[in-house]
């Protein structure tokens, strides 16, 4: 909240992210003793989304150029990201009677 870091803290700006912020500056869900009430409810919001998105889809790997698409900085990550495919599963492949996938 604080305008010398973003100006016109009340309103949400994407753009402010684009450029390098002062550490500290953004801490989504507060530190410490200020802790947001809603941390709890987003890890598990987080946590039933992957567990749906793992066991309705199939996850294919996207890379047309599968050479050097590795950088060291300074762990190994993607070059251009992960890019994957999804293909939802069938009927078939899902067991019914434990079924989260509202097939």
Known sequence: MDPSIF????KFEPSWFESQAPPYSFVAFGGEQRL???IEFARVETLVTMHHL????R???YC??????????PMPSPLNGLPIELERRDKASVNPSKSTCGL
Request: proline fraction near 8%; aromatic fraction near 12%.
């Open 7 to 10: 100006p016109d803290p009340d």
């Open 36 to 38: 947001c009430a809603g």
């Open 54 to 57: 793992l066991r309705c889809f």
């Open 59 to 61: 996850w294919r790997l």
């Open 64 to 73: 047309e150029d599968r050479d050097n698409t590795f950088v060291r900085d």
